[in-house]
C-alpha cells in the first residue's frame, strides 16, 4: 500500500473514519456515535439539541492518529449529512451552538423566516430546492441562530458548511463547494453558480467563505503544527468536502455500465437521486414547484435530480413499537401473501411523516388508520392508544413495507423514472427482500437491482480524495469500480392502484 486515502464520514447516527487504498479498497474503519449536547432554547424554553463538535473532533483526531501509525496516509476527505452548519469566530473557534436540523422552533419562525426571504414558490424556482419544515432548509438554520441566539451570531465571522468545517480545521482554509450548497439550503443559484437572494435577505455575504473549491479539489493540505499533533506529513492533501449523498453516487457515475439509473440510497433518509451527465443545468418541469422534488449538485457539478423522505427513521420507529409491544428484539416479517391481504382488504393504512412537512407528503399526520378510526403515532409511542395491529407481526409489517413502497414510488416519479430507467437499491432498505420484491412488481417497465458497495459514502469521499491527490479524472477511477447488481424478480401483486389512490386520499387530509 503506497497511498492511504482517510475519510472522515460524518452521519446524524454513525460517525466513523476509514482507510482506503488507491484502489479503493477499505483497509480499516472506526466508529463511533455521539448524543447530542443539549441546550435550552433561550427564547422557546424548549430542549435544543445541538452536536458534540469539540467530541467529535477529539475522536477523529485519535482515530487519525492511530490510523497513520499504520497507514502511509497522503490524503484526506470529509463528508457529512446536511442541513447543518458551523459559525466560527475571527480566531477560528466555534460562536454558536450546532443545531439538529430536525429541531422545529414552530409555526410563527416558519411564517418569519418566509415573510423575510420570499415566499417559498419562488424560492424553490430561484433554488431548486422546496420547502421543509424544521430547518431542514439550512438558511432556516441560520435564521435560528440570527434569532435565538443574537450574540453569538454577532460573534461570528465566517458561516461554514458542515463538510468544510472540518477541512478548515485541518488546513485552516475556509472554503465552499457545489454539493452541499445545492442540497436544499436555499443559499445558492446553481445554474448561475452564485449566492441567491437568501443571501442578501439574511444579510450574510460577508460571513460566507469567498474561496470556491470544487468537490474533487484540494482545497490545501494539513497545517504544519496539527500534522505533527496527528503523525501525518504536512504534504497530506485534504479535499474540500462533499455532501454524503452525492458522495453515494460517486461510484456508480464512475461505472460506464450504470447508464440512466436513479439511485435508491436508504437509510435514515431516503435519498433518491437521478443524475443528468449530458447537461448543466437544472430544469424544473411546471408541476414540480410546491412538490417535495429538488436538485443536488454532483461533484461533477452536474444537475441531480432529487426526492427525499425519511424512511429508515419512520421504520425503525414503528420497529420499536412492535418490539415494545410484543417484548421482543428481534426485526418484523411478512410476506407477500399478507401483502395481498392488505391490498384487497383495503382496512389498514400506515401514514407518514414522522416529523411534519419533511418527505414526499409535507400535509400528512403520521399515524395507523384501521377501518376508518386513526390512532396518531404519538398515542402509539407513548402507549396512550395503541391498536391492536401492533401484535399481529406479518399484517403491522406488511402495512409499514407498502407505506415505504408508496412513499418510494411517489419519491422516484418526481425525480424522473421513465421507462426503461434502471434503479439502484443500497442501504438499509436493501435488506427487505419484502419491499424490493413489491417496488418490482409494481413497475415492471424498470429494472430493479441491489447493488452491494460497501459504505459507497465513505467510497465515494475517497474517491474525491483521490482524484484532488492525483489530479485522475473519475472515469480513470471507475476501473477500481466493481458494482455487482443483484436483480429483483417481481411476484404477481393485485388491487395496488385502488389500495395507493385511498392511501393517497388519507395522507392528504
Known amino acids: 500500500m503506497e497511498t492511504g486515502i482517510l475519510v472522515i464520514d460524518i452521519g446524524m447516527t454513525n460517525k466513523k473514519v476509514a482507510v482506503y487504498d488507491e484502489q479503493l479498497n477499505q483497509q480499516d474503519v472506526a466508529y463511533k456515535n455521539f448524543p447530542p449536547v443539549l441546550l435550552k432554547d433561550p427564547i422557546t424554553g424548549k430542549e435544543l439539541p445541538t452536536h458534540d463538535?469539540?467530541?467529535?473532533?477529539?475522536?477523529?483526531?485519535?482515530?487519525?492518529?492511530?490510523?497513520?501509525?499504520?497507514?502511509?496516509?497522503?490524503?484526506?476527505?470529509?463528508?457529512?449529512?446536511?442541513?447543518?452548519?458551523?459559525?466560527?469566530?475571527?480566531?477560528?473557534?466555534?460562536?454558536?451552538?450546532?443545531?439538529?436540523?430536525?429541531?422545529?422552533?414552530?409555526?410563527?419562525?416558519?411564517?418569519?423566516?418566509?415573510?423575510?426571504?420570499?415566499?417559498?414558490?419562488?424560492?424553490?424556482?430561484?433554488?431548486?430546492?422546496?420547502?421543509?419544515?424544521?430547518?431542514?432548509?439550512?438558511?432556516?438554520?441560520?435564521?435560528?441562530?440570527q434569532q435565538h441566539f443574537p450574540a453569538e451570531y454577532a460573534a461570528t465571522e465566517t458561516i461554514l458548511n458542515f463538510p468544510q468545517y472540518w477541512s478548515f480545521l485541518l488546513t485552516g482554509k475556509k472554503c465552499y463547494e457545489?454539493?452541499?450548497?445545492?442540497?436544499?439550503?436555499?443559499?445558492?443559484?446553481?445554474?448561475?453558480?452564485?449566492?441567491?437572494?437568501?443571501?442578501?435577505?439574511?444579510?450574510?455575504?460577508?460571513?460566507?467563505?469567498?474561496?470556491?473549491?470544487?468537490?474533487?479539489?484540494?482545497?490545501?493540505?494539513?497545517?504544519?503544527?496539527?500534522?505533527?499533533?496527528?503523525?501525518?506529513?504536512?504534504?497530506?492533501?485534504?479535499?474540500?468536502?462533499?455532501?454524503?449523498s452525492n458522495a453515494s453516487l460517486l461510484p456508480y457515475l464512475a461505472d460506464s455500465a450504470s447508464g440512466d439509473f436513479i439511485l435508491n440510497s436508504t437509510g435514515t433518509w431516503c435519498v433518491l437521486m437521478h443524475p443528468d451527465t449530458k447537461q448543466q443545468q437544472a430544469v424544473y418541469k411546471d408541476e414540480d414547484i410546491g412538490k417535495v422534488v429538488f436538485f443536488n449538485r454532483s461533484a461533477l457539478d452536474q444537475p441531480v435530480k432529487t426526492a427525499i423522505f425519511l424512511g429508515g427513521m419512520e421504520v425503525d420507529n414503528y420497529v420499536q413499537l412492535f418490539k415494545r409491544e410484543n417484548a421482543v428484539d428481534r426485526f418484523p416479517d411478512s410476506d407477500v401473501e399478507t401483502v395481498q391481504r392488505l391490498l384487497t382488504e383495503q382496512r389498514i393504512f400506515l401514514l407518514p411523516e414522522l416529523v411534519a412537512g419533511s418527505g414526499q407528503f409535507p400535509q400528512s399526520k403520521p399515524g395507523i388508520v384501521i377501518d376508518g378510526t386513526f390512532y396518531a403515532f404519538a398515542g402509539m409511542k407513548d402507549a396512550s392508544s395503541v391498536p391492536a395491529l401492533l401484535k399481529d407481526?406479518?399484517?403491522?409489517?406488511?402495512?409499514?413495507?407498502?407505506?415505504?413502497?408508496?412513499?418510494?414510488?411517489?419519491?422516484?416519479?418526481?425525480?424522473?423514472?421513465?421507462?426503461?430507467?434502471?434503479?439502484?437499491?443500497?442501504?438499509?432498505?436493501?435488506?427487505?427482500?419484502?419491499?424490493?420484491?413489491?417496488?418490482?412488481?409494481?413497475?415492471?417497465?424498470?429494472?430493479?437491482?441491489?447493488?452491494?458497495?460497501?459504505?459507497?459514502?465513505?467510497?465515494?469521499?475517497?474517491?474525491?480524495?483521490?482524484?484532488?491527490?492525483?489530479?485522475?479524472?473519475?472515469?480513470?477511477?471507475?476501473?477500481?469500480?466493481?458494482?455487482?447488481?443483484?436483480?429483483?424478480?417481481?411476484?404477481?401483486?393485485?388491487?395496488?392502484?385502488?389500495?395507493?389512490?385511498?392511501?393517497?386520499?388519507?395522507?392528504?387530509?
Open 393 to 509: 407481526e406479518k399484517l403491522f409489517y406488511a402495512a409499514l413495507t407498502v407505506s415505504m413502497v408508496i412513499q418510494t414510488e411517489t419519491a422516484l416519479k418526481r425525480a424522473g423514472l421513465q421507462p426503461g430507467t434502471a434503479v439502484f437499491t443500497e442501504g438499509g432498505f436493501r435488506k427487505n427482500a419484502l419491499y424490493n420484491t413489491l417496488l418490482a412488481s409494481i413497475l415492471p417497465e424498470n429494472s430493479f437491482y441491489l447493488t452491494n458497495i460497501k459504505e459507497a459514502t465513505a467510497a465515494g469521499s475517497a474517491m474525491a480524495a483521490l482524484m484532488a491527490l492525483k489530479h485522475v479524472p473519475l472515469t480513470e477511477l471507475g476501473k477500481h469500480i466493481t458494482i455487482e447488481k443483484t436483480k429483483i424478480n417481481p411476484q404477481s401483486v393485485t388491487d395496488y392502484e385502488s389500495y395507493k389512490q385511498k392511501w393517497l386520499q388519507l395522507a392528504a387530509k
Open 53 to 145: 463538535l469539540s467530541g467529535m473532533e477529539a475522536w477523529f483526531k485519535e482515530q487519525i492518529r492511530i490510523f497513520a501509525a499504520k497507514y502511509p496516509i497522503k490524503a484526506i476527505s470529509v463528508t457529512t449529512h446536511g442541513a447543518t452548519f458551523v459559525c466560527v469566530d475571527k480566531n477560528g473557534a466555534v460562536s454558536a451552538p450546532c443545531v439538529f436540523y430536525t429541531y422545529e422552533p414552530g409555526a410563527e419562525f416558519q411564517k418569519a423566516f418566509y415573510a423575510q426571504c420570499g415566499n417559498p414558490a419562488d424560492l424553490q424556482r430561484e433554488t431548486y430546492t422546496p420547502q421543509f419544515e424544521s430547518m431542514i432548509n439550512l438558511a432556516k438554520g441560520i435564521f435560528f441562530v
Open 178 to 244: 457545489q454539493t452541499f450548497l445545492a442540497c436544499h439550503t436555499y443559499l445558492w443559484r446553481q445554474n448561475e453558480h452564485a449566492w441567491s437572494s437568501v443571501v442578501d435577505k439574511l444579510g450574510i455575504k460577508d460571513k460566507m467563505p469567498a474561496l470556491y473549491t470544487g468537490t474533487c479539489e484540494a482545497v490545501g493540505t494539513v497545517q504544519k503544527e496539527l500534522a505533527a499533533e496527528l503523525g501525518l506529513s504536512p504534504d497530506v492533501v485534504v479535499a474540500s468536502g462533499v455532501h454524503d
